[in-house]
């Protein structure tokens, strides 16, 4: 039973005996119901296993290994038989492997989950990390082999842990899933993705989730580019009472570049909350004066005390025919000389000479 050539001989033949199938057959099935079975010895089953794999018996290995794995024996939890008994059936009876996975409990399960991965056995590969509790693992195979977000939503509410649902999170905004994705980030308390979340949400125009993530990612990490386009997002959602608060407490945001986007984007109210909060008169100005309150534009314009913008805001005022703002503005304009032919056009053009006078 220890002779590795005696079993070559007799599982394969040789030049001098060749093989006998039927022989052959009678001996495998000596050996799986009865000799094996009622061996104690380590030794023996050893032999016995590398004779059958070095004839290229498969079948009869499987055969042989159910026998004294599958049922008691002194081997039944035998790390190393065990793994091959599921590494062969991958091989060679693939529709056996789920069984094995189930009923077996001293298999490599990371190794054999790979390998049943590699020769797409994806479902078995799934029972394996679901079985042992390798959660993020499991939905990966969900979300990367199994190819159903559905299912490995699923199974995150099963597992309710923080690094499953944000392997689940960047599932869903890589099919842009934006508030699947942004719920299943909350979930995981797990603003690490920040910039991307930021960067497929605001492109889809969804700022009402964006506003949720920014909020829980704003307490996870100091970043100016998270407060940025919080205060953006608050914009764009028309929550202008929550970007005055934030405005008015301790905030890293850039808010002049929030406040110029604003103003390109024609959300003059934020933008107008913005520029006040860092006091730039001149791009306030400008932004009351697309708001319509040509007084105020007119004050900020004092404070500016800027020649551009008494330009800009007098001709708002001169075709809003608001003549006597336009006044003050013209008088603050003429004291420079290369202003003159240019304001004296703007009345002339507009029909409106005896203003000047």
């Known amino acids: 039973r220890r002779d590795l050539g005696l079993w070559a001989k007799a599982l394969t033949g040789d030049d001098q005996q060749p093989l006998n199938q039927s022989h052959r057959r009678q001996l495998v099935d000596q050996v799986v119901s009865y ?9 023996q089953v050893s032999v016995c296993v590398k004779a059958f794999m070095a004839a290229s018996l498969p079948q009869e290995l499987i055969e042989l290994l159910e026998r004294i794995i599958l049922e008691p024996t002194p081997f039944s939890n035998n790390n190393n038989l065990q793994n091959l008994l599921i590494l062969t059936a991958v091989k060679v009876e693939p529709t056996r492997v789920a069984d094995y996975i189930s009923r077996l409990s001293n298999f490599d399960a990371p190794d054999i ?20 509790e390798v959660n993020a693992d499991a939905i990966g195979v969900l979300i990367d ?3 159903s977000l559905d299912r490995a939503y699923e199974y995150a509410e099963r597992c309710d ?8 999170g960047k599932a869903q905004l890589d099919g ?3 508030k699947e994705a942004i719920d299943s980030y909350i979930r995981a308390d797990d603003a690490a993705n920040f910039a991307e979340v930021i960067d497929v949400a605001t492109h889809a125009g969804k700022f009402d989730d964006l506003v949720r993530f920014l909020l829980m990612a704003r307490k996870k990490v100091r970043e100016p580019a ?4 919080l ?3 608050y914009a764009k959602t028309e929550r202008l009472a929550d970007l005055e608060d934030m405005l008015h407490g301790p905030n890293i945001a850039q808010v002049q570049k929030v406040g110029d986007r604003c103003y390109d984007e024609g959300l003059f109210d934020a933008a107008r909350l913005l520029f006040q909060s860092v006091s730039n008169w001149s ?10 309150d040509y007084q105020a534009a007119v004050d900020c314009g004092r404070k500016a005390n800027s020649t551009v913008v008494w330009r800009d805001v007098h001709a708002a005022c001169i075709a809003e025919r608001e003549f006597r703002l336009a006044q003050i503005c013209g008088l603050h304009l003429i004291v420079h000389a290369e202003e003159l032919e240019s304001l004296t056009r703007l009345y002339e053009s507009g029909g409106h000479v005896d203003e000047l006078c």
């Open 226 to 229: 998270i407060e940025s386009e």
């Open 145 to 147: 082999h199994v190819g």
């Open 161 to 168: 842990q923080p690094e499953v649902w944000s392997r689940l």
């Open 283 to 292: 791009r306030l100005a400008s932004t009351l004066v697309r708001l319509g």
């Open 113 to 132: 989950a790979e390998i049943c991965i590699n020769n797409g056995l994806h479902e078995e590969a799934f029972s394996i990390y679901k079985r042992f």
């Open 176 to 178: 842009l899933r934006i």
């Open 35 to 43: 000799a094996l079975p009622e061996a104690e010895d380590p030794e």
């Open 231 to 233: 205060l953006f997002a």
